[in-house]
């Protein structure tokens, strides 16, 4: 009896068994059970039939024509692993950094390619999919679909996920190239997602997205997810990427904003000077209290739109102008009360812009205003055409009010400010100015008030300037 009791104590003291050592293995045309290497299932049979704690092993090749959507949740203690893998289980290592690098080809003898099937040159529907929770993706290229990724279920993970060519590039639906006339509907070809993520407690990293059609990467409504090391570029004249890094709510309203989110780490480009300026990293409709540090943009703009934005943090940011000199920390539509500290603005448009515009997403947060109460700290703006732009912009009169500056550098300036709309109560404290060619450049085309606000420099250093310094506005 004593014996029992011991062995039943043993027992109780046992870790809890999980089913991490359920596999399957899968490869390109096989039909087989999955249990063994030597007899792998078709990649259906393994996303409707992984169960938690069950690992996938996929192996390089084409997957064609399909629509991989999970069947099942993963638990606490038994994520549903989707691997793939080139020659054996295992041998991709992507802890640092992805395996895939801008430039090169999709190559599906070096990890599995889910490619969609084009219709007139139109991705259509969803390549890979998961609304369950507790999932990973790891080591996937997906092309040609109007969505390349999906996930809206809470804890999932998305690691080397490469994205390429999502959504419509048909010629004839193309506002841009080919010498084609802007289509009838304007957002007829504003098609294609790279990477949409929407539950909350999600990671992306070490991702890259080319070419989407619309949007990149794309923060639906998720809550305290961590994006790391992931980069997003468009290089397509025929159909830019319009948002490249998407951090919004899930519907035009601000329902569910995407709060508390992290990323780090994180790179756009517009590669060239494509048609339109596009929007970089964005925060739209509705996102508050996000941090995104140590990233960089290259020839397009960091932006805050509509008033649900407020309460983000953006640190160790570079903005670096391209080839049509693009590249500013942009806030429009009632954006407010966000934070821009210890970046640089180099060789583009302007360290800060301010507008207002009736967004063609009509929603009841778009409000007449061209951002208040926003704080940049410790910033630099160099080479510049700007230093400020209150930006003129239609016919909408909203004002830009009580922005501060605080320790920031205006160096190698064209024009100080930009002027081509009402501004009013904007402050620069302890601010250096030096090698500015005039204070400012008026657009009035839209008879705005031109005045810059009185009162703006305070404790501020000027170093060569080609100006006279007005003194009403000290």
Excluded at 397 to 425: H, K, M, P, W
Excluded at 444 to 468: A, M, R, V
């Amino acid at each position: 009896m004593r014996i029992l009791i011991i062995i039943f104590i043993f027992l109780m003291c046992l870790p809890a068994y999980t089913q991490d050592a359920e596999e399957l293995f899968v490869a390109e045309g096989a039909n087989g059970m999955g249990k063994r290497i030597e007899d792998p299932c078709s990649i259906l049979y393994a996303f409707k039939n992984a169960q938690a704690g069950t690992t996938v092993w996929i192996k390089a090749g084409t997957y064609r024509n399909l629509n991989l959507n999970v069947a099942n949740s993963g638990s606490k203690n038994g994520t549903i692993r989707f691997i793939g893998y080139k020659s054996a289980p295992g041998d991709i290592k992507s802890d640092t950094a992805s395996t895939h690098s801008y430039g090169n080809n999709v190559d599906p003898t070096l990890m599995p390619l889910i490619q969609g099937n084009l219709v007139e040159n139109e991705g259509k529907g969803i390549g890979l999919a998961s609304k369950k929770d507790y999932v990973q993706f790891e080591n996937f290229q997906i092309s040609a679909y109007k969505i390349n990724v999906f996930s809206s279920g809470n804890y999932n993970h998305l690691k080397n996920i490469i994205s390429v060519d999502a959504g419509d590039f048909n010629r004839k639906h193309s506002s841009t190239g080919d010498g084609l006339a802007a289509p009838k509907t304007a957002f007829k070809n504003y098609s294609g997602i790279g990477i949409v993520v929407a539950g909350d407690f999600s990671h992306v990293v070490n991702c890259i997205v080319v070419n989407a059609g619309a949007e990149g990467i794309k923060i639906k409504g998720g809550d305290y997810q961590q994006h790391r090391n992931n980069k997003v570029y468009s290089d397509n004249h025929r159909n830019p990427t319009d948002y490249y890094y998407l951090i919004t709510a899930t519907d035009r309203d601000g329902k569910d904003p995407a709060r508390h989110n992290i990323l780090e780490n994180i790179y756009v480009e517009r590669v060239g000077a494509l048609k339109y300026s596009n929007h970089g990293i964005v925060y739209k409709v509705a996102a508050d209290s996000n941090i995104i540090r140590k990233s960089k943009l290259r020839n397009t703009v960091f932006e805050h739109n509509f008033s649900g934005v407020f309460g983000n943090l953006a640190e160790d940011i570079t903005i670096e102008g391209g080839e049509d000199k693009q590249g500013a920390f942009l806030f429009k539509n009632g954006a407010h009360d966000n934070t821009v500290q210890n970046c640089l603005v180099i060789n583009a448009d302007a360290m800060a812009v301010f507008s207002d515009k009736q967004d063609g997403f009509k929603s009841v947060l778009d409000i007449k205003s061209a951002g208040k109460n926003n704080v940049f700290k410790n910033t630099m703006a160099k080479g510049c055409a700007f230093g400020v732009k209150y930006d003129a912009y239609k016919d909408l009169g909203g004002i830009a009010v009580n922005n501060q500056f605080y320790e920031c550098s205006f160096e190698d300036i064209t024009s100080l400010f930009e002027v081509g709309r009402a501004n009013q109560g904007n402050v620069f404290i302890s601010c250096n100015f030096d090698q500015i060619v005039s204070l400012q450049t008026s657009k009035n085309s839209f008879k705005y008030s031109l005045e810059l606000n009185k009162n703006t420099f305070q404790n501020c250093h000027f170093g060569t300037i080609d100006f006279p310094l007005p003194k009403e506005l000290f």
